[in-house]
C-alpha cells in the first residue's frame, strides 16, 4: 500500500540515509526515495532526491545510474533554472557533479574521445558562465590527457593545474594529492609521489576514499624507497579501509600486488577470493577491472611460483566471472594454475580496447610492464603463519571391496550421509549375487545394508528406510542368518520409535541370548550372530549428536547390556562409540581410556579419526590441552587425507582452541586459520571460528588481521540475523583491534554500537563496560569532557542493574568511579574527589586491601592534579602504609618516592623529604623478598633522589 503523504516518506527515507555511510544500503533507500517521487509527480522533490542520487551512485560504484541522474537533472536545470537550481537543498550541486562525469566515460573504452571533449567543453562553458573558478575544469582536462595516453599535453596541464587558484569547487587537498601522487608514480618520480602521500599522512586530509587511496598507490615506492615498516603500515591500514567498499577496487588490487611481492601469497590468495566478484559491481567501470585484473594474475603467479599452482581459488567458478575472465561455464573448481593465463588474456583485451579508443598503445604499454612487477620482490611477511595449503585431494574412492566398506564406514562416522549411501549401494551391487553365508563377501554385503539403514534414518528417508530393514532382514535369512533377522525384524523398527517399551524389548532379548550361550543351544557362530544383532540395535537405539531427556541414562544401561554380550570383535568398535558419548558423565576419566583404547585398535582410518577427535573434545573439557591439541591434529591430517575437509576443519579449529587454552598462541592462530580455510573450501562460514581467531590474534596484537575478520564476521552475524548481543560481542572486539591499528574514531564507533546491542539484549553490565571503555579512550586522547560524558552513562547503567546491592558488579562500578574521577580532574572539577572516596568505601566494604591502596594512590594522583600537593604529599604516605599492609613492599616504595619528591619539588621541604626517602630504602634493603628489576630500579631511584637533596 502506498504512503498516505509520499513526501513525508521520502524525507523519512532521506533522514535514514543520512545516517548512513556510502554504499549498497544507502544506494538502496535513496532509489527507494526517488521511486516515490516519480510516482507523486512532484518535479521539484523527485530533482532533489535525483541530485542526491547522482552523488550515492557515484561513491557506491554505480556509474549506470549517476550517468543518467545526472543527465536527468541537468535537463531539468536547463530547461528551468530558476524552479530547479543547480544548487539542491541537500546541498547537492550540479557544477560540482559535473567534475566527475568526465572521468566516468574516460573509464569504459564504449564512449569516444569525441564524446569525452564535448563533455569537458561544455563543463568549462557552464564554469564560466557560473563565474567560479577554472581549477576545476583543468582538472579534468589533465587527467582527460593521462588517461587518453597524452602524456606530454597531460604535464603541461599539471604544471598549470599546480598554478590554479583554489575554490569552492576545487577538489579536496586529499584527493588533489593522491591524483597528482598517481601521475608521479606512473612517470617513475617517486620521490615526487611519496612527498605528496606524506603530506596527505601527515597533516591528516582524508575524504570519501582517502587516505586509502593514496596509502595503496605509494606502497611499491615505499619498498623501493626502503621504507618497509611504513610500507606494511600504510597496507594494513589501506586494505582496512577499501576492503568493504567495491568502488575501492583499484586501492583493493594496489594491496594485492604488495602481498604478492612481499611474500605474503596466502593473504594475497585470500584477498583474490574475498574480492573476485567485484569484477561485475559496475558495468561501466572498466578501467577499474583493468587495475584488478593484472594484481589477480600478478597474485596467482607468485602463488604458482612457490609450487602451490594447485591451489583452489574460490569463487573463480561463479558463472556470472566465465565472460570477464574467459573460462567455460561450469567448468570449476579453477586452480591458480588453470586459470591465470586467462586472467592475462582479459586484461589484454580490455587494454586493447582502450587502445583503440584512444588511438594510441599506452594502456597497453603500461600493461606489459606490470608483467614485470614480480621480478621485484621483498621479504615482508604480515601474518605469522607460512601459506595454507588445501587439503591433498582424496585418492580416487578405490575399487577392492574391503577398502571401499572401510571408507564408507568413516563417511558413517562423520556423518557424510549422501556419500555414505552412494558407497554402500555400490558395496551392494558388487555383491548383488552373493547367496551363502560362507561367501567372503557377506560380511561387506552385510555391513553395506547396516550403513544405508543409517545414512537413511540420518537424512530422514523413514520410507525408505523401512524398506532398506526389510530388505536386510530378508537377505539375512536368504543366507541362513534366521536367529539374527528374527532378533532384529522383532527389535529394530521398535527402537526407532524412541519409545520406553524399545529398552524393555531389548533387555529381554539379551536375557535370551544369554540364556542360549548358558544352554549351549546354538552353535558358536550363531551366538556371535545373535550377539552381533542385539550389539547392532543398541547402537541404532543411540546415534551420535542424539539428545532426550535421560539420554546418559539410557547410553549406560545399553553399555552394560553390550557388556553382558560378552563382546566379540565385531561389536568392540560399537562400545567405544556409545562410550565418548557420555559428554557429561562424572568420570571424565573413564570415557578418556575408552577412547584411547579405540584408538589403539585396527580400525579404518575415518574410525580412528573420529575418535582421535572425541579424545580431543573431552581432554579439552578436563583442561589437559596439550595432549587436546595433539589428538585433534591427528584428527586433522586424517580426516584431510580422506577428502573429509568439513570433519578436518572442525578437528583444526579443536587443536587451535585448545593449543589458545594452553597459551600457545602462535600454534593457534596458524590451526584456525587451516581450519577457516577449510572451510571456505566448503563454501562454509564459521563466525564463531573466525571471532576465536580474532581475540587470539589481538592477544599477539596483530590488530589489523583481526580487524579484517572482525569485519567478516559482522557481516555474517548480521546476515544470519544474530542476537544483538552476540552481534555486540563481535562489535566489542572490533573496538579493540580498531584502538590497535590508530583508528580511535572506529573504536568509538563500534563500542557505540555494541552498547545499543547489549542493551537490546537486556546485558547493562557488558553495556556499561562499552561506555568505560569509549570513556577510558577519550580520557587518553586528552579529551576528559567527553570521557566523562561516557563514564557518566556507564555508571547510569551500573546503577540500573544495581550494583549498590549486587556484590558481583562492585569490581565494574570501582572501575568506572575511578576513571570518571580522572577525567573529572582533568576537567578541574573538584567532585572528583567524591568519585574516588566512593570507590574506596566499595573496596573497603569488600574488604579488597590491595585495590583499597591502589585507589588510595590515584586519589592522590588526581589531588595533585587538581592542584594541592600538600594534601597529595599526605595521600601519597597513606597509600605507603597501605601497600605495605597489602604485602605490595615495592607499590609502597613507589608511593613513598612520589610523597618524598612532592615535598622536595612542589612544597620545598627537603628535611622531609630526605627523611621519608631513608625510610623507604631502609624497607627496601631489608625485603627478604628475592630482588626483582622493579624492585632494584626503585631503589637506584630513591638513591639518587637522596643524593640531588645533598
Request: charged share 25%; with cysteine.
Given at each position: 500500500?502506498?504512503?498516505?503523504?509520499?513526501?513525508?516518506?521520502?524525507?523519512?527515507?532521506?533522514?535514514?540515509?543520512?545516517?548512513?555511510?556510502?554504499?549498497?544500503?544507502?544506494?538502496?533507500?535513496?532509489?527507494?526515495?526517488?521511486?516515490?517521487?516519480?510516482?507523486?509527480?512532484?518535479?521539484?522533490?523527485?530533482?532533489?532526491?535525483?541530485?542526491?542520487?547522482?552523488?550515492?551512485?557515484?561513491?557506491?560504484?554505480?556509474?549506470?545510474?549517476?550517468?543518467?541522474?545526472?543527465?536527468?537533472?541537468?535537463?531539468?536545470?536547463?530547461?528551468?533554472?530558476?524552479?530547479?537550481?543547480?544548487?539542491?537543498?541537500?546541498?547537492?550541486?550540479?557544477?560540482?557533479?559535473?567534475?566527475?562525469?568526465?572521468?566516468?566515460?574516460?573509464?569504459?573504452?564504449?564512449?569516444?574521445?569525441?564524446?569525452?571533449?564535448?563533455?569537458?567543453?561544455?563543463?568549462?562553458?557552464?564554469?564560466?558562465?557560473?563565474?567560479?573558478?577554472?581549477?576545476?575544469?583543468?582538472?579534468?582536462?589533465?587527467?582527460?590527457?593521462?588517461?587518453?595516453?597524452?602524456?606530454?599535453?597531460?604535464?603541461?596541464?599539471?604544471?598549470?593545474?599546480?598554478?590554479?587558484?583554489?575554490?569552492?569547487?576545487?577538489?579536496?587537498?586529499?584527493?588533489?594529492?593522491?591524483?597528482?601522487?598517481?601521475?608521479?608514480?606512473?612517470?617513475?618520480?617517486?620521490?615526487?609521489?611519496?612527498?605528496?602521500?606524506?603530506?596527505?599522512?601527515?597533516?591528516?586530509?582524508?575524504?570519501?576514499?582517502?587516505?586509502e587511496h593514496a596509502l595503496g598507490l605509494s606502497l611499491r615506492a615505499k619498498l623501493r624507497a626502503n621504507r618497509l615498516d611504513d610500507a606494511k603500515a600504510s597496507h594494513l591500514r589501506s586494505y582496512q579501509l577499501a576492503r568493504l567498499d567495491p568502488d575501492s577496487i583499484a586501492t583493493v588490487a594496489d594491496n594485492l600486488i604488495f602481498c604478492a611481492v612481499t611474500?605474503?601469497?596466502?593473504?594475497?590468495?585470500?584477498?583474490?577470493?574475498?574480492?573476485?566478484?567485484?569484477?561485475?559491481?559496475?558495468?561501466?567501470?572498466?578501467?577499474?577491472?583493468?587495475?584488478?585484473?593484472?594484481?589477480?594474475?600478478?597474485?596467482?603467479?607468485?602463488?604458482?611460483?612457490?609450487?602451490?599452482?594447485?591451489?583452489?581459488?574460490?569463487?573463480?567458478?561463479?558463472?556470472?566471472?566465465?565472460?570477464?575472465?574467459?573460462?567455460?561455464?561450469?567448468?570449476?573448481?579453477?586452480?591458480?594454475?588453470?586459470?591465470?593465463?586467462?586472467?592475462?588474456?582479459?586484461?589484454?583485451?580490455?587494454?586493447?580496447?582502450?587502445?583503440?579508443?584512444?588511438?594510441?598503445?599506452?594502456?597497453?604499454?603500461?600493461?606489459?610492464?606490470?608483467?614485470?612487477?614480480?621480478?621485484?620482490?621483498?621479504?615482508?611477511?604480515?601474518?605469522?603463519?607460512?601459506?595454507?595449503?588445501?587439503?591433498?585431494?582424496?585418492?580416487?574412492?578405490?575399487?577392492?571391496?574391503?577398502?571401499?566398506?572401510?571408507?564408507?564406514?568413516?563417511?558413517?562416522?562423520?556423518?557424510?550421509?549422501?556419500?555414505?549411501?552412494?558407497?554402500?549401494?555400490?558395496?551392494?551391487?558388487?555383491?548383488?549375487?552373493?547367496?551363502?553365508?560362507?561367501?567372503?563377501?557377506?560380511?561387506?554385503?552385510?555391513?553395506?545394508?547396516?550403513?544405508?539403514?543409517?545414512?537413511?534414518?540420518?537424512?530422514?528417508?523413514?520410507?525408505?528406510?523401512?524398506?532398506?530393514?526389510?530388505?536386510?532382514?530378508?537377505?539375512?535369512?536368504?543366507?541362513?542368518?534366521?536367529e539374527r533377522a528374527d532378533i532384529e525384524e522383532y527389535l529394530f523398527l521398535s527402537l526407532y520409535t524412541g519409545d520406553d517399551g524399545g529398552l524393555e524389548r531389548l533387555q529381554a532379548a539379551v536375557s535370551a541370548v544369554n540364556d542360549a550361550i548358558s544352554a549351549g543351544a546354538s552353535p558358536a557362530e550363531g551366538l556371535r550372530d545373535l550377539q552381533s544383532a542385539?550389539?547392532?540395535?543398541?547402537?541404532?537405539?543411540?546415534?551420535?549428536?542424539?539428545?532426550?531427556?535421560?539420554?546418559?541414562?539410557?547410553?549406560?544401561?545399553?553399555?552394560?547390556?553390550?557388556?553382558?554380550?560378552?563382546?566379540?570383535?565385531?561389536?568392540?568398535?560399537?562400545?567405544?562409540?556409545?562410550?565418548?558419548?557420555?559428554?557429561?558423565?562424572?568420570?571424565?576419566?573413564?570415557?578418556?581410556?575408552?577412547?584411547?583404547?579405540?584408538?589403539?585398535?585396527?580400525?579404518?582410518?575415518?574410525?580412528?579419526?573420529?575418535?582421535?577427535?572425541?579424545?580431543?573434545?573431552?581432554?579439552?573439557?578436563?583442561?589437559?590441552?596439550?595432549?587436546?591439541?595433539?589428538?585433534?591434529?591427528?584428527?586433522?591430517?586424517?580426516?584431510?587425507?580422506?577428502?573429509?575437509?568439513?570433519?578436518?576443519?572442525?578437528?583444526?579449529?579443536?587443536?587451535?582452541?585448545?593449543?589458545?587454552?594452553?597459551?600457545?598462541?602462535?600454534?593457534?592462530?596458524?590451526?584456525?586459520?587451516?581450519?577457516?580455510?577449510?572451510?571456505?573450501?566448503?563454501?562454509?562460514?564459521?563466525?564463531?571460528?573466525?571471532?576465536?581467531?580474532?581475540?587470539?590474534?589481538?592477544?599477539?596484537?596483530?590488530?589489523?588481521?583481526?580487524?579484517?575478520?572482525?569485519?567478516?564476521?559482522?557481516?555474517?552475524?548480521?546476515?544470519?540475523?544474530?542476537?544483538?548481543?552476540?552481534?555486540?560481542?563481535?562489535?566489542?572486539?572490533?573496538?579493540?583491534?580498531?584502538?590497535?591499528?590508530?583508528?580511535?574514531?572506529?573504536?568509538?564507533?563500534?563500542?557505540?554500537?555494541?552498547?545499543?546491542?547489549?542493551?537490546?539484549?537486556?546485558?547493562?553490565?557488558?553495556?556499561?563496560?562499552?561506555?568505560?571503555?569509549?570513556?577510558?579512550?577519550?580520557?587518553?586522547?586528552?579529551?576528559?569532557?567527553?570521557?566523562?560524558?561516557?563514564?557518566?552513562?556507564?555508571?547510569?547503567?551500573?546503577?540500573?542493574?544495581?550494583?549498590?546491592?549486587?556484590?558481583?558488579?562492585?569490581?565494574?562500578?570501582?572501575?568506572?568511579?575511578?576513571?570518571?574521577?580522572?577525567?573529572?580532574?582533568?576537567?578541574?572539577?573538584?567532585?572528583?574527589?567524591?568519585?574516588?572516596?566512593?570507590?574506596?568505601?566499595?573496596?573497603?566494604?569488600?574488604?579488597?586491601?590491595?585495590?583499597?591502596?591502589?585507589?588510595?594512590?590515584?586519589?592522590?594522583?588526581?589531588?595533585?592534579?587538581?592542584?594541592?600537593?600538600?594534601?597529595?604529599?599526605?595521600?601519597?604516605?597513606?597509600?605507603?602504609?597501605?601497600?605495605?599492609?597489602?604485602?605490595?613492599?615495592?607499590?609502597?616504595?613507589?608511593?613513598?618516592?612520589?610523597?618524598?619528591?612532592?615535598?622536595?619539588?612542589?612544597?620545598?621541604?627537603?628535611?622531609?623529604?630526605?627523611?621519608?626517602?631513608?625510610?623507604?630504602?631502609?624497607?627496601?634493603?631489608?625485603?627478604?623478598?628475592?630482588?626483582?628489576?622493579?624492585?632494584?630500579?626503585?631503589?637506584?631511584?630513591?638513591?639518587?633522589?637522596?643524593?640531588?637533596?645533598?
Open positions: 500500500m502506498p504512503p498516505d503523504d509520499p513526501e513525508v516518506e521520502i524525507r523519512r527515507l532521506l533522514d535514514q540515509a543520512e545516517s548512513m555511510p556510502y554504499g549498497p544500503d544507502e544506494l538502496a533507500l535513496i532509489r527507494q526515495a526517488a521511486a516515490l517521487a516519480d510516482e507523486s509527480d512532484d518535479e521539484d522533490l523527485a530533482y532533489e532526491v535525483q541530485m542526491r542520487l547522482t552523488t550515492s551512485a557515484g561513491f557506491a560504484g554505480d556509474t549506470d545510474t549517476m550517468l543518467s541522474s545526472f543527465a536527468w537533472c541537468l535537463a531539468k536545470h536547463d530547461s528551468d533554472p530558476d524552479r530547479f537550481a543547480a544548487k539542491a537543498n541537500d546541498g547537492s550541486d550540479l557544477l560540482w557533479q559535473y567534475k566527475w562525469m568526465p572521468e566516468a566515460l574516460l573509464r569504459s573504452p564504449a564512449f569516444s574521445l569525441k564524446q569525452i571533449e564535448a563533455l569537458i567543453k561544455d563543463m568549462r562553458k557552464r564554469y564560466r558562465q557560473a563565474g567560479v573558478g577554472m581549477g576545476p575544469v583543468i582538472s579534468v582536462q589533465w587527467q582527460y590527457a593521462w588517461r587518453s595516453g597524452q602524456v606530454d599535453r597531460a604535464k603541461e596541464l599539471r604544471a598549470k593545474l599546480e598554478t590554479a587558484a583554489r575554490d569552492d569547487y576545487s577538489d579536496c587537498e586529499a584527493c588533489s594529492r593522491s591524483r597528482a601522487a598517481a601521475f608521479a608514480l606512473e612517470l617513475g618520480e617517486d620521490d615526487r609521489a611519496l612527498a605528496l602521500v606524506d603530506e596527505i599522512t601527515a597533516k591528516g586530509l582524508s575524504c570519501a576514499s582517502e587516505p611474500g605474503n601469497h596466502a593473504r594475497a590468495l585470500a584477498i583474490v577470493e574475498r574480492h573476485l566478484h567485484w569484477l561485475t559491481h559496475d558495468t561501466l567501470n572498466d578501467a577499474s577491472r583493468l587495475a584488478f585484473l593484472p594484481a589477480i594474475a600478478l597474485a596467482l603467479e607468485s602463488v604458482i611460483q612457490i609450487g602451490h599452482g594447485d591451489q583452489i581459488v574460490r569463487g573463480a567458478d561463479r558463472p556470472e566471472l566465465a565472460p570477464l575472465l574467459g573460462l567455460p561455464v561450469n567448468g570449476g573448481p579453477w586452480t591458480a594454475s588453470g586459470m591465470v593465463e586467462n586472467v592475462w588474456a582479459s586484461a589484454e583485451r580490455l587494454a586493447t580496447a582502450f587502445d583503440e579508443r584512444n588511438g594510441n598503445d599506452y594502456v597497453s604499454q603500461l600493461l606489459a610492464k606490470s608483467h614485470l612487477i614480480l621480478e621485484e620482490t621483498y621479504n615482508l611477511p604480515i601474518q605469522s603463519n607460512a601459506f595454507t595449503t588445501s587439503p591433498p585431494p582424496p585418492a580416487e574412492e578405490p575399487e577392492d571391496l574391503d577398502e571401499l566398506l572401510g571408507l564408507a564406514e568413516s563417511c558413517e562416522m562423520v556423518q557424510l550421509h549422501a556419500r555414505q549411501l552412494n558407497l554402500a549401494n555400490r558395496i551392494m551391487a558388487m555383491t548383488h549375487d552373493v547367496d551363502d553365508r560362507s561367501d567372503p563377501r557377506w560380511p561387506a554385503r552385510l555391513k553395506a545394508h547396516e550403513l544405508i539403514i543409517v545414512a537413511l534414518e540420518s537424512m530422514e528417508y523413514w520410507d525408505r528406510m523401512e524398506n532398506a530393514v526389510t530388505a536386510r532382514i530378508a537377505d539375512m535369512r536368504r543366507v541362513g542368518y534366521r542385539a550389539a547392532f540395535c543398541v547402537c541404532c537405539s543411540v546415534m551420535p549428536g542424539d539428545d532426550f531427556p535421560g539420554r546418559d541414562q539410557r547410553v549406560k544401561e545399553l553399555l552394560a547390556l553390550i557388556e553382558a554380550l560378552n563382546p566379540a570383535d565385531s561389536i568392540i568398535f560399537m562400545r567405544a562409540r556409545l562410550s565418548g558419548q557420555l559428554w557429561f558423565g562424572s568420570d571424565m576419566s573413564e570415557i578418556v581410556e575408552t577412547l584411547t583404547w579405540a584408538v589403539s585398535l585396527d580400525l579404518p582410518l575415518g574410525f580412528k579419526a573420529w575418535y582421535l577427535q572425541q579424545l580431543a573434545n573431552v581432554r579439552g573439557r578436563i583442561e589437559e590441552y596439550d595432549q587436546a591439541a595433539a589428538a585433534a591434529d591427528e584428527a586433522t591430517q586424517i580426516f584431510a587425507s580422506l577428502g573429509f575437509i568439513g570433519a578436518s576443519a572442525g578437528a583444526a579449529e579443536t587443536a587451535g582452541r585448545a593449543l589458545g587454552s594452553a597459551g600457545r598462541f602462535d600454534e593457534a592462530v596458524s590451526r584456525l586459520r587451516y581450519a577457516m580455510r577449510l572451510d571456505e573450501l566448503e563454501g562454509e562460514q564459521n563466525p564463531s571460528s573466525r571471532l576465536y581467531l580474532a581475540k587470539l590474534l589481538c592477544r599477539l596484537d596483530q590488530y589489523a588481521e583481526a580487524a579484517e575478520l572482525l569485519v567478516d564476521v559482522l557481516e555474517m552475524e548480521r546476515a544470519r540475523r544474530a542476537a544483538p548481543e552476540t552481534i555486540a560481542e563481535v562489535l566489542d572486539w572490533l573496538g579493540t583491534a580498531r584502538v590497535g591499528v590508530d583508528d580511535p574514531g572506529g573504536a568509538l564507533r563500534a563500542w557505540s554500537e555494541a552498547c545499543d546491542g547489549f542493551l537490546a539484549g537486556q546485558d547493562l553490565r557488558s553495556a556499561a563496560n562499552m561506555r568505560g571503555q569509549a570513556g577510558d579512550l577519550l580520557r587518553r586522547l586528552s579529551a576528559p569532557y567527553e570521557a566523562v560524558r561516557e563514564f557518566d552513562g556507564a555508571l547510569a547503567l551500573l546503577e540500573q542493574a544495581g550494583w549498590r546491592q549486587n556484590p558481583n558488579l562492585h569490581r565494574d562500578a570501582m572501575a568506572a568511579l575511578e576513571e570518571r574521577a580522572f577525567a573529572r580532574a582533568s576537567c578541574e572539577d573538584e567532585d572528583a574527589i567524591i568519585d574516588i572516596d566512593t570507590a574506596l568505601q566499595i573496596a573497603a566494604l569488600d574488604k579488597l586491601a590491595w585495590r583499597w591502596a591502589d585507589l588510595l594512590d590515584s586519589k592522590a594522583h588526581i589531588v595533585m592534579r587538581l592542584g594541592n600537593p600538600a594534601r597529595a604529599t599526605t595521600e601519597f604516605l597513606r597509600t605507603a602504609d597501605a601497600y605495605r599492609a597489602a604485602g605490595d613492599h615495592v607499590a609502597a616504595g613507589f608511593a613513598g618516592l612520589s610523597a618524598a619528591r612532592m615535598l622536595a619539588r612542589r612544597l620545598d621541604r627537603p628535611d622531609e623529604a630526605r627523611a621519608v626517602l631513608n625510610t623507604t630504602l631502609h624497607d627496601m634493603e631489608n625485603l627478604t623478598d628475592e630482588p626483582s628489576q622493579e624492585s632494584e630500579e626503585l631503589i637506584e631511584a630513591i638513591k639518587a633522589s637522596l643524593a640531588s637533596l645533598r
